[in-house]
C-alpha cells in the first residue's frame, strides 16, 4: 500500500488510472490518518467525511466503466474554511459564522467537482483571513507540523498544515496580504498566489475585494500548475475576473524559454533586518538559480517600505465595508447572544460584539476610521495614490527583469504566543508579500532545496511574475526544484 | 495630519462599526490604533500630487451583462440551510419593541 505521505497530484493521477488503489481506499485511509494526527495539528474545522467517501466511491465506479479520467478525480483535498461548498458549514474560524451553511458552490469549488476531485474537509484560519498565525482563529490554534510550539503561519495556516502532515495531497488557501505564500514557506510547501483576476472570487467570503485571491498550496510546484489551471478562468459572476489562454507552457515549461528569464533582485528586500538563517536560504537560492544558467540582475522597488503602511489603510477600509454584512441575523445566530428585550440596533452591537474576535474588531474600527468623514482624504484617498505608485515600481522593474526574486518572511515559523501581544509586529511578518497584492502580481512561495540542511525550520523563498504570466513563476519554480 | 483619536472618537467609531469592545479592553484598542495609526505618518512625505488613486485591482471596466431579463434561481435557496425558515424564508426573532404592550 503506498504511503499517504509521498502521494501528490501528478502521482495520485498515474497511480489511479493505472488502478494500484481505489480512490474510495485511499480517502478512507485519509480519514484514519487524520484522525490519528489531527489532534496534534489542528488543521482541520470540518470533516466532510460521508460526501467524501461518497465522491470517491464514484470514481472508482467511473474508473470501471472505462471512462477517462480529469487529472483531478479522486484526488483529497483541504479546503480553507472561507471558500464555499454547498450544503456544509462555512465558518471563516469565527462565532459569527459558527453555524452557517453555504447555499452555494463557490467557481473554484465548482471547477473541482466537474473534475471529480474529493474534499476531505475545511481548514482553520486566522478569523476572517485577518492574520498572520492562524492564532486569531476563534476555534482552535493550528501548530506548524514541524515544530509544534511554532505557528504554522497565516491566515491560511490549516491549508498549509494539512498538505505539510500529508493529511491531504494539496489545498486551496487564500491570500490578500501574504496568507497563501507566508504560511506555505513556515510549513516547507508551495504557495502560489495568482494575478488578481486569474481565478473568480465568487463563493470566497470577501476579506479586501481589491486584494483577494484563491490559490493552490501543494508540495511541489508542478502539483501548484495543475491545481491552479483547474480553478484558473474567468467567470461572469465575477466581474474582476479575466479568461487567460496559459498554452501549454503552464503544465510543461519549455526550459530554453526559461533559462532566458532574466531574474532581479529588489535591493530594499535584501537590506539588514532579515533574519540570518533566512539570508543563508536566500544565498542558496541565488546560486542554484545562477547554476541554471539564468541572470541575476539588482533593481529597486523604491516605494516597497510604504506598502505595509498603504495595506494597512486600504485593507481595513475594505474589510470594514465587507463585514458589514454580519449582523448575527442574515446568515447564522451567534451563540451566547440573549435576544430577548434588545432592540435592533443593541442586537446588531451584541452579535458583532461577540460574534467577531479581537483582530477582526480592530481592523473594522481602523476602517471605519480612515474611511469616516474628516480623514478619507489623508488617509483612504492618499493609500489609494500610494497604492499606485507601488505597482508602478514593479511595471518600471518588470521592464528590465521577467521575474523578481524576494524573502517570503523576514524570520522563520516564531512560537505560538510570541506576537499575539503587538499587533505592529505581526503586521510586519508580511512586508514581502504585501506588496504583491497591491500591484496584483502573481508570486510563489518555494521551499528551499534542502532546507533542513542550513535550517531546523521551514525556510521558503518568493518569485514575483509580471501580470498573469505565472507560466514564468511556475516554470523557474519547477527547474528550481528538479535541482534538489 | 492630526490623527488624534481619543476615547471620544473611538466611541463615535464603534457606533458606526456597531460594535463594542469589553470596557477593560477599550484601552489597548485605542494605543494599538494609535500606534498604527502614528506608523501612517511616513506617508505623509510621499509627494502624491499628480497621482491617480488605484482604486481597485484591476484596471477592466464596464464589465457588463447584456440587458436581458432572465429568471431569478436563487431566490428562496439556502433558506433550508437557516436554523429556522418558512416558505423560502428565514425565521429570526422578532426585531421591533412593541410600543403597545397588550
Known amino acids: ?21 481505489l480512490a474510495l481506499e485511499i480517502a478512507q485511509a485519509f480519514f484514519k490518518y487524520i484522525k490519528e494526527t489531527d489532534q496534534k495539528i489542528n488543521a482541520y474545522v470540518n470533516l466532510l467525511e460521508e460526501d467524501a467517501l461518497k465522491d470517491a466511491e464514484r470514481v472508482d465506479l467511473l474508473i470501471q466503466k472505462g471512462e477517462d479520467l480529469p487529472p483531478l478525480a479522486g484526488v483529497p483535498l483541504a479546503i480553507k474554511d472561507v471558500i464555499l461548498i454547498k450544503g456544509h458549514l462555512a465558518t471563516a474560524s469565527s462565532k459569527m459564522l459558527e453555524n452557517y451553511r453555504a447555499s452555494y458552490d463557490s467557481t473554484v469549488i465548482k471547477k473541482l467537482k466537474e473534475q471529480n476531485a474529493v474534499f476531505l474537509g475545511k481548514t482553520n484560519l486566522d478569523e476572517f483571513a485577518m492574520g498572520s498565525s492562524t492564532e486569531n482563529s476563534a476555534f ?9 510550539e511554532r505557528v504554522p503561519g497565516g491566515s491560511s495556516g490549516g491549508s498549509a498544515a494539512a498538505v505539510a502532515a500529508h493529511i491531504a495531497v494539496a489545498s486551496l ?4 496580504g501574504g496568507s497563501i505564500r507566508q504560511p506555505a514557506g513556515f510549513c516547507g510547501i508551495v504557495g502560489l498566489k495568482p ?10 467570503m470577501a476579506m479586501a475585494s481589491s486584494l483577494d485571491q484563491i490559490g493552490p498550496m501543494t508540495k511541489t510546484v508542478e502539483d501548484a500548475s495543475i491545481l491552479f489551471s483547474a480553478i484558473a478562468g474567468g467567470d461572469k459572476m465575477d466581474a474582476t475576473s479575466q479568461n487567460i489562454n496559459y498554452g501549454e507552457e503552464l503544465l510543461n515549461p519549455d526550459f530554453k524559454k526559461v533559462k532566458n528569464l532574466t531574474v532581479g533582485l529588489p535591493e530594499e528586500f535584501f537590506a539588514k533586518g532579515i533574519d540570518k538563517t533566512v539570508s543563508a536560504g536566500l544565498d542558496q537560492v541565488i546560486k542554484e538559480i545562477e547554476s541554471l544558467g539564468l541572470k541575476i540582475k539588482k533593481i529597486s522597488l523604491p516605494h516597497a517600505k510604504y506598502a505595509l503602511s498603504c495595506y494597512y ?26 435576544r430577548k428585550n434588545l432592540d435592533l440596533s443593541e442586537l446588531y452591537k451584541q452579535n458583532r460584539s461577540v460574534g467577531f474576535g479581537e483582530e477582526v474588531k480592530r481592523r473594522a474600527i481602523l476602517g471605519t476610521f480612515v474611511l469616516s468623514s474628516g480623514y478619507y482624504d489623508a488617509y483612504y484617498n492618499k493609500a489609494q495614490k500610494v497604492r499606485s505608485l507601488i505597482k508602478k515600481d514593479f511595471d518600471e522593474a518588470f521592464k528590465t527583469v521577467d521575474v523578481i526574486l524576494s524573502p517570503v518572511s523576514p524570520t522563520p515559523p516564531f512560537k505560538i504566543g510570541e506576537k499575539t501581544d503587538d499587533p505592529l509586529e505581526m503586521y510586519l ?5 504585501i506588496p504583491i497584492n497591491l500591484a496584483g502580481v502573481p508570486a510563489i512561495s518555494i521551499p528551499v532545496n534542502n532546507w533542513n540542511k542550513i535550517s531546523p525550520l521551514p525556510l521558503g523563498f518568493q518569485l514575483i511574475g509580471k501580470h498573469f504570466r505565472e507560466v514564468d513563476i511556475l516554470g523557474l519554480g519547477r527547474y528550481y526544484e528538479e535541482l534538489k | 495630519m492630526d490623527s488624534n483619536i481619543n476615547k471620544e472618537t473611538l466611541k463615535h467609531l464603534m457606533e458606526l462599526a456597531r460594535l463594542e469592545v469589553g470596557g477593560d479592553k477599550e484601552e489597548k484598542l485605542l494605543k494599538d490604533i494609535k500606534s498604527i495609526l502614528s506608523y501612517f505618518e511616513e506617508l505623509q512625505s510621499l509627494d502624491t500630487q499628480n497621482i491617480e488613486p488605484m482604486t481597485g485591482g484591476t484596471n477592466l471596466k464596464n464589465v457588463f ?9 436563487f431566490r428562496g435557496s439556502g433558506a433550508e440551510l437557516f436554523p429556522e425558515s418558512q416558505d423560502g424564508f428565514l425565521k429570526i426573532p422578532a426585531i421591533f419593541k412593541e410600543k403597545n404592550a397588550q
Open chain 1, 313 to 338: 489603510i486600504i485593507m481595513p477600509a475594505e474589510v470594514s465595508a465587507n463585514l458589514a454584512k454580519f449582523d448575527g441575523l442574515r446568515y447564522s445566530p451567534v451563540n451566547g447572544v440573549d
Open chain 2, 65 to 73: 451583462r447584456g440587458d436581458e431579463e432572465r429568471e431569478n434561481s
Open chain 1, 173 to 176: 488557501g487564500s491570500d490578500t
Open chain 1, 195 to 204: 494575478t488578481y483576476g486569474a481565478v473568480s472570487r465568487y463563493g470566497l
Open chain 1, 429 to 433: 511578518s508580511d512586508i514581502f508579500t
Open chain 1, 1 to 21: 500500500m503506498i504511503s499517504l505521505r509521498d502521494l501528490t497530484l501528478k502521482n495520485f493521477h498515474e497511480k489511479l488510472v493505472k488502478k494500484e488503489f
Open chain 1, 140 to 148: 482552535k490554534t493550528t501548530k506548524n507540523p514541524y515544530d509544534l
